[in-house]
């Protein structure tokens, strides 16, 4: 073979490991997704009460579990939905009767209204590192037809994200409940705490 054809092919495989290379480092570059684990994966959802008599209201707890949803590492960035048919309230302390009336009071028209707005969204706008191991996330949060800003800090310890927002119920047009000519009733913010598990997505 000549010196001139020898000299092509090497060309030729230059090219081709350069390409090679590009297409890995584009790969890594793009980052890694992982879908979030809906078995491992919820929001607790805890209401107050208020007023000048709230010693006599109750404080609801509430379990969502995450039903999809997925995190990818760069550009960072997290979305998840949850089943809102699926929100249970918790209330140990109340008696059966009693808490099945607020879980059916919550389900209604009147709050939640699953019937018409069975999903509840949230995806990131952005994601910043604060240290190792925790995040500042904005995103925007759609509940009831109504889509608002929400933020707040994320960590990570054994494989598990966790952390909580304050969200206010007037921004998604739900209004807080009032008895007893409004000397019981419930704080309009409510707190939203998160724990969230992942698995690699496969096939990405």
């Known amino acids: 073979m000549c010196v001139k054809k020898i000299t092509e092919l090497r060309s030729q495989k230059g090219v081709l490991a350069l390409l090679l290379l590009s297409i890995a480092a584009g790969r890594a570059a793009s980052g890694a997704t992982y879908a979030i684990d809906p078995g491992r994966s919820a929001l607790t959802v805890k209401v107050f009460s208020s007023g000048l008599l709230s010693a006599l209201g109750d404080d609801h707890v509430i379990r969502a579990p995450i039903t999809s949803g997925s995190v990818e590492d760069s550009p960072a960035k997290v979305e998840l939905a949850v089943d809102a048919r699926r929100m249970t309230v918790l209330d140990p302390h109340l008696a ?70 304050t969200v206010s119920q007037r921004a998604f047009g739900i209004k807080p409940i009032s008895i007893a000519a409004g000397t019981v009733k419930v704080k309009n913010e409510v707190t939203v705490e998160f724990e969230i598990s992942t698995e690699p997505n496969a096939g990405r």
């Open 96 to 165: 059966p009767s009693k808490r099945a009336e607020v879980q059916e009071k919550m389900l209604g028209a009147d709050v939640l209204n699953v019937a018409r707005f069975a999903e509840i969204r949230f995806k990131s706008t952005a994601v910043k590192a604060l240290a190792e191991g925790r995040w500042r996330v904005e995103g925007v949060l759609s509940l009831l037809g109504h889509s608002e800003p929400v933020s707040f800090d994320v960590a990570l310890a054994n494989g598990r994200f966790s952390g909580s927002a």
